[in-house]
Structures are given as structure tokens and as C-alpha cells.
């Protein structure tokens, strides 16, 4: 007789066993860092686009929305944001839109009390947006240009729009347009920002960097 070799059901179901602890062990993290790749890569083109507009507007009108750091005291030059605003919406096709998204963002005493951290502790975040802009992409966008102070040269960039997961640092990112050197306005989180345990600041991810150091040096 010859005899056929080869594996019980005993050690098959063992082997399936070993292959199933093994994927539920590493699939949740490649999704995870897929899911973080794509985000980077999100902002990193929302922000390209934003800071493009920023700079013709600042160049080409000579429009001027930005703070600016004096005596240790957050200065902001305001009267120009929401012509700025309109010439972004023009140029960029931004579209403003009627939905109330004020709750769907944890508020910087939630954040912190969870583990997340700020570059600005003494930041006091607005509690509500201001009427959100979405651009072709389905990006958010959110200004503040009744503010007379920093804030007012400030925005919020929702990367994915109504999907979650509305984290900072994740796919919600805070921003200020900066005149810090003098010469050029730019979209920077060196004044304030905030992120949700795991998340990035937007340097980090303009750097190509995985986690958040180097904080001692302003933008």
C-alpha cells in the first residue's frame, strides 16, 4: 500500500489558529498607519494650496492677516482678514456652508485631560467656529474674521470634511498666519495648536517627521 502524506485537521485548524492571532496582532496597525499616511499626505496638499493663496494675496493685494509676537504679547493685524477671506474664496473656489459642527471637536480642556498636549498651554481655544468653508476637495475650512485679536488671523483645517475621526492632530489641524520674520506671511502652528493623544502638529508633518520634537525652535 502507499501511503498519502499529509496534515491532520488537528494541525490545520492550529495553523489557521496561529495565522488569525497573528493578523488580528498586525492588520489593525497597518490600517492605522495607512490611514496616517493618507492623512500627512491630505494636509500637506490642503496646506500647499491655503499657503499658495496666503502669499497672492499678501503679494499680489497686499492684503495683511497675520500676529506677530511684540514684548512677549500676541499682536494680530486684522483688518485685512476678511477681505483676505474673500480673495481665497475667489481664487481657490471655497464655498461657505450652513452646518453646525461646533460639538464635534473636543474642546483643548478635554484634549489635554486626555493626554494630549498643546504648544500653547495658555491658548484659549474658541469654543464655537465661525461658518465653515469646504473647498472642491471636500476640505473644511474654518476662519475667524470678527476677531480683533490673534484669533482673527487664525484658521482651522478639517482635512476630510464630515468624516471622522475630528481629531487634532489627526485630521483637524490649528493654525495662524504668522508675519513673525517680518517679510512673509506664513501658515504656522507656532503661536498655538493643539493635538489629541497620538497626534501630529502640523510641523511635524510638513518636516516628514513621525513624532513631535525639536519645540524648543519656532517655525
Same mark, same amino acid.
Given at each position: 500500500m502507499i501511503r498519502k502524506k499529509g496534515f491532520t485537521l488537528a494541525e490545520v485548524l492550529i495553523t489557521l489558529g496561529i495565522i488569525g492571532i497573528i493578523a488580528?496582532?498586525?492588520?489593525?496597525?497597518?490600517?492605522?498607519?495607512?490611514?496616517?499616511?493618507?492623512?500627512?499626505s491630505a494636509f500637506k496638499k490642503n496646506y500647499s494650496v491655503l499657503? @499658495?493663496?496666503?502669499?497672492?494675496?499678501?503679494?499680489?493685494?497686499? +492684503? #495683511?492677516?497675520?500676529a506677530y509676537e511684540a514684548k512677549g504679547a500676541y499682536i494680530a493685524q486684522t483688518n485685512d482678514c476678511p477681505a483676505l477671506i474673500e480673495y481665497m474664496a475667489n481664487t481657490i473656489g471655497l464655498q461657505p456652508i450652513k452646518t453646525n459642527r461646533n460639538k464635534l471637536y473636543p474642546s483643548a480642556t478635554e484634549v489635554l485631560n486626555k493626554g494630549g498636549s498643546s504648544l500653547n498651554n495658555s491658548c484659549s481655544f474658541p469654543s464655537r467656529f465661525s461658518t465653515p468653508y469646504v473647498m472642491?476637495?471636500?476640505?473644511?475650512?474654518?476662519?475667524?474674521? @470678527?476677531?480683533?485679536?490673534?484669533?482673527?488671523?487664525?484658521?482651522? +483645517? #478639517?482635512?476630510?470634511?464630515?468624516?471622522?475621526?475630528?481629531?487634532?492632530?489627526?485630521d483637524v489641524y490649528f493654525m495662524i498666519m504668522s508675519n513673525r520674520n517680518g517679510m512673509s506671511v506664513t501658515l504656522t502652528d507656532e503661536y498655538c495648536s493643539l493635538v489629541n493623544k497620538g497626534g501630529l502638529f502640523p510641523r511635524t508633518i510638513l518636516r516628514n517627521q513621525t513624532k513631535n520634537t525639536n519645540f524648543d525652535k519656532l517655525w
Amino acid at each position: 500500500m502507499i501511503r498519502k502524506k499529509g496534515f491532520t485537521l488537528a494541525e490545520v485548524l492550529i495553523t489557521l489558529g496561529i495565522i488569525g492571532i497573528i493578523a488580528a496582532l498586525t492588520i489593525p496597525h497597518l490600517i492605522s498607519k495607512w490611514q496616517r499616511a493618507a492623512f500627512n499626505s491630505a494636509f500637506k496638499k490642503n496646506y500647499s494650496v491655503l499657503q @499658495n493663496a496666503i502669499n497672492a494675496a499678501s503679494n499680489d493685494e497686499g +492684503l #495683511d492677516c497675520y500676529a506677530y509676537e511684540a514684548k512677549g504679547a500676541y499682536i494680530a493685524q486684522t483688518n485685512d482678514c476678511p477681505a483676505l477671506i474673500e480673495y481665497m474664496a475667489n481664487t481657490i473656489g471655497l464655498q461657505p456652508i450652513k452646518t453646525n459642527r461646533n460639538k464635534l471637536y473636543p474642546s483643548a480642556t478635554e484634549v489635554l485631560n486626555k493626554g494630549g498636549s498643546s504648544l500653547n498651554n495658555s491658548c484659549s481655544f474658541p469654543s464655537r467656529f465661525s461658518t465653515p468653508y469646504v473647498m472642491k476637495n471636500g476640505t473644511y475650512v474654518y476662519f475667524f474674521p @470678527n476677531r480683533s485679536d490673534y484669533y482673527g488671523a487664525s484658521l482651522i +483645517l #478639517d482635512i476630510n470634511g464630515e468624516s471622522g475621526p475630528n481629531k487634532w492632530g489627526y485630521d483637524v489641524y490649528f493654525m495662524i498666519m504668522s508675519n513673525r520674520n517680518g517679510m512673509s506671511v506664513t501658515l504656522t502652528d507656532e503661536y498655538c495648536s493643539l493635538v489629541n493623544k497620538g497626534g501630529l502638529f502640523p510641523r511635524t508633518i510638513l518636516r516628514n517627521q513621525t513624532k513631535n520634537t525639536n519645540f524648543d525652535k519656532l517655525w
